[in-house]
């Protein structure tokens, strides 16, 4: 079976018993205590998600399968957006095409926003889930009538756990599965069977004494094996509405995700790049996107750039939205005019970040500030929505108290 699962391409294969996982259920249970679980992405029942007998009727064995997403160029461990985040700002590469444009504007480097890592080629789920099918009827096909599920992700399957009990790898202290081949850079899935296939031993201790994917969060919601999901900016930026306040800036240049606590973990600058071009970044998108274009992209541009990556699941709003927080907190006065056109979207989210935005960006460069503060009056004027009138209202606030500082 191992073997197979190799050969299709699979990079991780283990077995793990299928009694219940009772340490997880008292570590789910205290979360939820704590108020820090679960989050909207997760099955909200506990029991499912510790007792797999639950899920399959006989089930004797859990096959935990893994692939790597690291591409051979990101093997340095890449920048990421920390260094803007900590500086307070926007990355501005180069453009990776032509720039349109005459002059000067022509010359101007783009405004980037940045993807994580797991969601800048094709969409693992099916891709995943297609490989974990053809091992499962592979078993099917060694002993007719064997019984078999299949999860990948959205399930309620504990699959750090489940991978860590098959010997994948172990638990760090950022709550990712810390791999010896890959790092933490694996997408899971898992097979449930009735066969009593034999289990693996489970991976030896990571981390010891280190802490710096601890240090390194950006929103301090990790303390040793624990995430406060509720304040991951890989969860704030896939949320849905209007983002807190105290969240905006420290997302910095980020559009969906945030691998900080990956990129500092040592276990990750000694990582295997995996095989499959298949997660390499889009084409017409890249790691680093253009936010102008991400600001300017139809519905048809949108179903062709992101929807066949893991980042198309939350729509074309959603990017926008997030590619409006980047551009305020870039502090280039190009990021203006697109942010003075989403005060003017239909989308009460577009206009309620737009106004923010326009206020962040204004307070870094302050020869927009006269600008902004008109633009901000004129929309205030007309706005409807309670919540943009409030964006507005302590954008304005915000800008009176820095004119009245400077005076």
């Known amino acids: 079976m191992k073997a197979y699962a190799r050969s299709i391409g699979l990079d991780l294969i283990g077995v793990a018993s299928a009694e219940p996982f009772l340490e997880e259920k008292a570590r789910l249970e205290r979360r939820q205590a704590e108020g820090k679980g679960p989050n909207p992405y997760e099955p909200q029942e506990i029991a499912p998600r510790i007792y797999p007998e639950q899920l399959l009727p006989g089930v004797q064995a859990i096959v935990a399968a893994g692939i790597s997403y690291l591409q051979p160029e990101d093997h340095d461990g890449g920048t990421g957006p920390g260094k803007a985040v900590k500086a307070e700002g926007l990355s501005r590469l180069p453009p990776s095409g032509a720039s349109s444009g005459a002059g000067e504007a022509a010359q101007r480097p783009a405004l980037r926003g940045w993807l994580s890592r797991y969601c800048r080629g094709q969409d693992y789920h099916p891709l995943l889930k297609e490989k974990l099918s053809q091992v499962a009827a592979w078993l099917e096909a060694q002993v007719p009538g064997t019984r078999t599920l299949v999860h990948v992700d959205t399930g309620p399957p504990l699959e750090r756990a489940i991978a860590e009990r098959a010997g994948i790898g172990k638990f760090g202290k950022h709550t990712n599965l810390i791999t010896p081949q890959y790092g933490t850079w694996v997408f899971l899935g898992e097979i449930l069977t009735d066969l009593p296939l034999p289990p693996d031993q489970p991976a030896e201790a990571a981390c010891g004494s280190c802490t710096l994917c601890i240090d390194a969060c950006p929103t301090q919601c990790l303390t040793e094996w624990n995430l406060d999901a509720n304040r991951c900016l890989s969860y704030i930026t896939q949320m849905k509405g209007i983002i807190p306040v105290e969240y905006r800036e420290v997302m910095g240049s980020r559009l969906f995700g945030c691998d900080e606590c990956q990129t500092v973990c040592p276990y990750n600058r000694r990582a295997r790049p995996g095989l499959h071009p298949e997660f390499a970044p889009q084409p017409e998108v890249g790691a680093e996107p253009d936010l102008l274009q991400i600001m300017n992209m139809t519905k048809s541009d949108f179903r ?21 927080i980047a551009l305020g907190n870039s502090g280039d006065p190009a990021a203006f005019e697109p942010l003075a056109r989403s005060l003017r979207s239909e989308s009460q989210v577009i206009r309620a970040h737009a106004a923010w935005a326009l206020g962040r960006l204004a307070r870094q460069a302050p020869d927009l500030m006269l600008q ?3 633009l901000l009056t004129q929309r205030r004027a007309v706005e409807q929505d309670p919540a943009v009138q409030l964006e507005i209202e302590t954008a304005l606030e915000a800008l009176e108290a820095l004119k009245g500082s400077d005076s």
Not at 304 to 324: H, S, Y
């Open 304 to 324: 062709r750039w992101f929807e066949p990556t893991a980042a198309g699941w939350r729509g074309k709003t959603t990017l926008q939205r997030n590619a409006i």
């Open 372 to 374: 902004a503060r008109r």
